[in-house]
């Protein structure tokens, strides 16, 4: 990205304008910055997910395939006559956890494991899940109430459903709240408010000026139709689509920089500019600023596969995403050859019974995972809103 214009100001100069002038220069360096660390990012998410796809992804269908033979080669061990009570109750306790894991996985289909889930689980899967949806939906009732909200969940609904739901309740009571808070304010506002109203709404329009007013010294500039040369024709259609899509973005960044390259004006011209007019230049350019953090911070947060990726696969140093991606498939790998390991036991009974003396049987803490994430997302819809008070981490 080429470096954007800048205003040159006299280091022992503390005017007010000087002051004004290095704000702009900051804000300017700042956004520069903030796009390149955007587009790092957009690019490292993009080869990483390839990455992932190509090198992790495999690893990891091996793991699940290596766990299904477990389970397998451990119910055809259970009845074994090496084991005792004891023994057994380990067996089934490491078939139901290693169950509830492969079940967790929505995108591959793991039914055949059913019968063998249903022999050990004091309930089957199938009324496990019913009995578990049937909860979820009273919890969530519950603590939808507790936000205010009262919506009116099916049988049929999953979370998905129940959070959409949720949110479509929240926005209509958040535009009746402000509806109403804005005709109470309307009611109040006294002729002065209305005055000041009156500056903003034209503040507004003059901001919009400021962007059309560039975008129309590039428009006469660079329009294709007025060139006969054919290359310097087809330059310009594609400068002229460079113009539109920072105009489209209300960019005001960009199209300073386009103005620097194709009209060589330098940061100097814009010390002519009306006082009032570069105050908006400066408002407009925070405004960007705002909006460029938040898109980062939602792209290195991203749920899901993207979310991995961004926190586990990309970093701004080039040399640090490597290392890490090095590292998530060495650790891939390990938990490959754990998973052999651990086949390779449950195929010999006598091997097996001794490495379930160091076997220790945990609880599954499974079952509370999709409500909590609920509960998460609900916290965080709530903040956006400003009406939760905790988000729950």
């Not at 960044?253 to 386009?258: A, H, I, N």
């Not at 620097?260 to 004006?265: G, I, P, V």
Request: glycine share 2%; charged share 35%; net charge negative.
């Amino acid at each position: 990205m080429k470096k954007p214009i800048s205003i040159e100001v006299a280091q022992n100069d503390n005017s007010s304008r000087a002051k004004r002038y290095k704000e702009f220069n900051t804000l300017l360096n700042k956004i520069n910055q903030l796009k390149l660390q955007l587009e790092t990012l957009q690019a490292q998410v993009s080869s990483g997910l390839a990455f992932y796809h190509q090198e992790i992804l495999p690893l990891y269908l091996k793991q699940q395939n290596l766990l299904v033979e477990e389970v397998q080669a451990l119910h055809r061990a259970y009845s074994h006559p090496v084991f005792g009570r004891n023994d057994r109750k380990k067996i089934a306790a490491l078939i139901l956890s290693h169950c509830h894991s492969l079940f967790q996985d929505t995108d591959r289909d793991f039914s055949a494991l059913t019968d063998i889930y249903n022999f050990y689980a004091d309930q089957t899967r199938e009324e496990l899940e019913a009995e578990k949806k049937l909860l979820d939906q009273e919890r969530a009732e519950a603590m939808l109430r507790s936000f205010g909200l009262d919506v009116e969940v099916e049988d049929e609904d999953d979370l998905e459903t129940i959070l959409s739901k949720a949110r479509e309740v929240a926005e209509r009571k958040q535009s009746e709240a402000q509806e109403h808070a804005e005709n109470e304010a309307q009611q109040a506002r006294s002729e002065k408010q209305k005055i000041k109203a009156e500056r903003e709404r034209q503040k507004e329009k003059d901001i919009q000026k400021v962007c059309k007013n560039i975008y129309g010294d590039l428009v006469r500039l660079l329009h294709p139709d007025r060139e006969i040369d054919e290359n310097k024709k087809a330059a310009k259609t594609e400068a002229i689509q460079r113009v539109n899509e920072a105009y489209e973005r209300n960019d005001l960044f960009e199209l300073l920089r386009l103005q620097a390259e194709f009209l060589q004006k330098e940061g100097d011209a814009l010390t002519l500019l009306p006082e009032k007019e570069f105050k908006y230049y400066l408002q407009v350019l925070k405004a960007q600023e705002q909006d460029l953090q938040t898109e980062l911070n939602a792209t290195s947060k991203a749920p899901g596969l993207e979310g991995y990726i961004s926190q586990n696969l990309c970093h701004a140093n080039p040399i640090t995403t490597q290392i890490l991606r090095q590292r998530a498939v060495k650790e891939a790998k390990e938990a490959l050859k754990s998973h052999q390991h651990n086949l390779k036991l449950a195929k010999d009974p006598i091997v097996l019974k001794e490495a379930l003396r160091y076997y220790e049987v945990e609880a599954d803490e499974a079952a509370d995972h999709d409500f909590d994430q609920l509960s998460e997302e609900m916290g965080d819809l709530f903040e956006k809103k400003g009406k939760g008070k905790k988000k729950k981490r």
